[in-house]
């Protein structure tokens, strides 16, 4: 989910307020040799410059956590936290719309299509669920109590209140919501269904996938076929847990690799991104038990994946045994 080391983004109680839809992003000071705050950044986050820093400085946009502006010659201190706006030059629009499904005091559930990331993160700001909603519903207390992949279309819940913030997000820690997935890839007449998938996954070589290793198992899909069309199937996945790349790695490693994945099995170079071919993942259902009145709660989304206009013309992958 993440590309290369932004800081993160929210971490402690920012001494900047939300502008345009845009929290402060947050940045801790290790012990170190930097001579300056200057020097830092510019070696931390090489990318945006030494002269963008120093701009950032002079408007007074980076300040420290008592929000005192941090002057250009200010010398180094370790252990202080620093808070700054990020900012893009330039960042085109993804041309498709979240779906607001349900909005409450306490939570927001929204339809997000393929694409569009949930949080900011490297070439991504002002493009993502959670700064087009801030601006569209005027809360900056929002926050993602889950996150989708980029490239995952469906169901993703926001907290609006930090007071009942814990309680929902106990329910994903503690297994409680109950999530449902579909996906398209290839059809494989030797394999049993329904099965499950239990698997340790960890890092790989590249640090944009994940791969299954060995050692007892730490991830556990359901898999089931809704229906099948010549090479091509349908299947409906409930992860148990929550790993990143879960749903993905489990379906290559059965020789099922979702279609258009732009990840597994190979890994799509970056900038290539295709609008016509969507990944086939959906996250298209959540249930629980809402922690506050009791009462069982289940969103759908809107989205479906149609395997009769799902792009079929491309050849299935050769098979590979589980």
Not at 150 to 173: H, I, M, N
Request: with cysteine; aromatic share 8%; charged share 25%.
């Amino acid at each position: 989910m993440g590309l290369g080391v932004p800081p993160r983004i929210g971490a402690g109680h920012s001494v900047l307020p939300t502008r345009d839809g845009v929290g402060a992003s947050c940045v801790a000071l290790p012990e170190g040799p930097w001579v300056s705050m200057l020097e830092f950044l510019a070696q931390r986050f090489p990318r945006q410059g030494r002269s963008l820093w120093a701009r950032r400085m002079q408007d007074g946009e980076v300040v420290d956590e008592h929000g005192q502006p941090v002057a250009v010659d200010r010398p180094y201190q370790a252990r202080l936290r620093l808070y700054y706006y990020r900012s893009l030059e330039a960042e085109p629009r993804i041309p498709f719309d979240e779906v607001v499904l349900h909005q409450d005091a306490h939570l927001v559930v929204v339809d997000k299509p393929h694409f569009l990331p949930v949080v900011p993160s490297g070439p991504y700001l002002q493009e993502t669920v959670l700064v087009r909603l801030k601006q569209k519903l005027g809360i900056d207390a929002l926050v993602p109590l889950h996150r989708i992949d980029r490239d995952t279309a469906g169901l993703v819940l926001f907290s609006v209140q930090p007071q009942s913030r814990g309680v929902y997000s106990a329910l994903f820690r503690e297994h409680h919501m109950r999530k449902t997935y579909e996906a398209i890839a290839p059809w494989r007449d030797d394999l049993t269904l329904p099965l499950t998938r239990a698997s340790r996954i960890g890092e790989s070589a590249h640090f944009m996938q994940q791969c299954e290793v060995q050692g007892p198992p730490n991830t556990r899909t359901h898999l089931r076929l809704l229906e099948r069309a010549g090479e091509w199937a349908r299947y409906e996945l409930e992860p148990v847990t929550g790993h990143r790349h879960q749903l993905r790695v489990h379906m290559n490693a059965l020789g099922l690799p979702i279609l258009h994945d732009g990840i597994y099995p190979k890994l799509t170079p970056e900038g290539h991104t295709d609008y016509a071919r969507p990944l086939q993942l959906l996250a298209r259902s959540i249930r629980f038990t809402d922690p506050l009145t009791g009462r069982p709660c289940s969103f759908e989304s809107q989205r479906r994946l149609d395997l009769s206009r799902a792009g079929l013309s491309v050849r299935a992958p050769d098979r590979s045994p589980p």
